[in-house]
C-alpha cells in the first residue's frame, strides 16, 4: 500500500548561466530584499553579492545586505536580521552562498512578520513549542555550493548557543517561492568543501531512502542523488573545472533537497546537529562523514534490502557477492567514496572532541532532534547512539 503527501511549492530555475534571468524574472516576489550573506567574505571577493545586487536593480528591485551569517548560523543573527529588514522595510528576503546563508535567510523571513524569538517556535529542546501567527516573508534562494538543497526544502538550522541546540525546523511558508541553482556559481568552491558539501547531499539521498516516510517520488530522485554524487564527486574534487560535472552535482544537491520535503532525514543528521551544536568549527558535511561509517553499518541489519539498493545505485556489482555479504556492500562503497575525495582524514579529536562526551552528544541528538528518531528504521536507544558515537571517534 502506498500513502504519502507531495507538496513541493518552489519554483526552480536551474542550469549554468541562469542567474541572469534574476534580472528579468517576473517571479520575483517584491521590491526590496534584505541579501543574507555569511561573514567569511566570499560573496564579496568572487563578486556575486555585486552581480545580485545589479540584477535586482535591473529588476526594479533594491536591496539591503547583512553579512553576519556564521558557517553555523546563531540565534543572535536571526534577530539581527529581521530588525534590519524591518527598519529598511524589505518585503522579501534572499539567501546567496552555502547552506548557512539561506538557512539564515529563512529564519529571518519568519521573524520579520512574527513577534518574540525564533526559539519561541522551536518545536523539541528548550524551544517554547509555539505556532508562528504569520507566514514568513517570501524567500528566494541562490545556492553557491552543491550540498545542502535548501533550496529545494522548507527546513532552516539554527544554533542556540547559550545551550547548545541546533534544531532543525520550518514550515509551508520557509520553502523558498523561487530559487535559482547556477552550476557556474559553485565553480569558486574549493575541494575539500566540494567534498564536504558533496557528501551532505549524499546523506539527504541516502537517509531519505531508508526514512520510514519515503515515498516514490523521493525514491526516484534518491537513487539518481546517489549514483550521481558517487560518480561525479571524486571527479569533481580532483579538477573542478569542469561545468558538465559541477551541473551534475548542483541537481544531484537540489534533487536531494526535494527528498528532503518529502521524506524527511533520520537520526544521522540528528546526532551530526548534537556534534555541531558543541563544536561548531565542525563543517556539517564532515561530521557527518565521521559518524556515517557506524551509524550505516548499524542500521544495516534492519534495512538490508535498502542497503543492498543503495549498494547498486553506487555502481557496486552486489551480485557478484555471497549472499550474506550484500547488505554491507553499500558500507564498504561508503568508505571507498570517502577515500577517494580525500575525507578519511577526519577525526574528532582533531576539532577538540574528547571522548568522554559520547553520553552528552548522545543525548541531546535524542532531546533536541528527536522527531528523526522517529523516522529512522528502527528504534535506537540512548545506549545504541552513544555506542555509534564511541564507534566513530578517533
Not at 528591485?61 to 553576519?68: C, L, N, Q
Not at 573542478?240 to 532525514?265: H, K, N, P, Q
Not at 580525500?342 to 552528544?361: I, N, W
Request: proline letters at 6%; hydrophobic letters at 40%; a negative charge.
Amino acid at each position: 500500500m502506498i500513502n504519502f503527501l507531495f507538496h513541493m511549492p518552489t519554483r526552480i530555475i536551474f542550469g549554468p548561466g541562469k542567474l541572469k534571468e534574476l534580472g528579468t524574472t517576473p517571479y520575483l516576489p517584491g521590491k526590496k530584499a534584505l541579501l543574507v550573506i555569511s561573514a567569511g567574505g566570499s560573496m564579496v571577493a568572487h563578486g556575486y553579492m555585486q552581480l545580485v545586487q545589479t540584477l535586482l536593480a535591473q529588476n526594479g528591485a533594491e536591496s539591503v545586505v547583512f553579512d553576519r551569517i556564521q558557517a553555523n548560523p546563531v540565534l543572535e543573527h536571526v534577530a539581527e536580521g529581521a530588525a534590519l529588514a524591518r527598519t529598511e522595510g524589505c518585503d522579501f528576503v534572499i539567501g546567496l552562498g552555502g547552506g548557512s546563508s539561506i538557512d539564515a535567510a529563512k529564519a529571518i523571513a519568519l521573524m520579520v512578520t512574527n513577534s518574540g524569538s525564533y526559539w519561541d517556535y522551536m518545536p523539541s529542546g528548550t524551544g517554547g513549542r509555539q505556532v508562528p501567527a504569520k507566514p514568513a516573508l517570501p524567500i528566494v534562494a541562490i545556492p553557491t555550493t552543491a550540498g545542502t538543497g535548501t533550496e529545494a526544502d522548507p527546513w532552516i538550522v539554527i544554533t542556540r548557543e547559550q545551550t547548545n541546540e541546533k534544531i532543525g525546523w520550518g514550515n509551508d511558508s520557509t520553502y523558498p517561492v523561487l530559487s535559482i541553482v547556477d552550476p557556474k556559481l559553485t565553480l569558486s568552491v574549493p575541494p575539500r568543501v566540494t567534498a564536504m558539501t558533496g557528501m551532505d547531499a549524499f546523506f539527504h539521498a541516502v537517509e531519505a531512502y531508508l526514512s520510514h516516510a519515503r515515498q516514490p517520488t523521493s525514491d526516484l530522485l534518491a537513487q539518481q542523488a546517489v549514483s550521481l554524487i558517487s560518480s561525479f564527486l571524486p571527479q569533481v574534487v580532483q579538477n573542478g573545472d569542469s561545468i558538465e560535472a559541477r551541473t551534475m552535482l548542483s541537481w544531484a544537491s537540489t534533487a536531494a533537497g526535494v527528498c528532503e520535503s518529502l521524506s524527511s532525514c533520520i537520526s544521522h543528521h540528528s546526532m551530526e546537529h548534537a556534534l555541531s551544536a558543541y563544536y561548531p568549527e565542525i563543517p556539517h558535511g564532515a561530521g557527518l562523514v565521521m559518524l556515517s561509517v557506524p551509524y550505516f553499518r548499524y542500521l544495516t541489519r534492519y534495512v538490508p534490502d535498502r542497503m543492498i539498493d543503495l549498494a547498486y545505485f553506487m555502481g557496486v556489482d552486489v551480485d557478484s557477492l555471497p549472499a550474506n555479504e550484500q547488505p554491507f556492500a553499500f558500507v564498504g562503497a561508503l568508505e571507498k567514496l570517502i577515500k577517494d575525495i580525500g575525507l578519511d582524514d577526519l577525526k574528532f579529536s582533531d576539532y577538540g572532541v574528547h571522548r568522554d562526551e559520547m553520553p552528552t552528544l548522545a543525548a541531546n541528538a535524542q532531546e533536541t532532534m528527536g522527531g528523526l528518531f522517529n523516522l529512522t528504521p528502527t528504534q535506537m536507544n540512548l545506549r545504541v547512539v552513544t555506542e555509534i558515537f564511541e564507534a566513530a571517534y578517533r
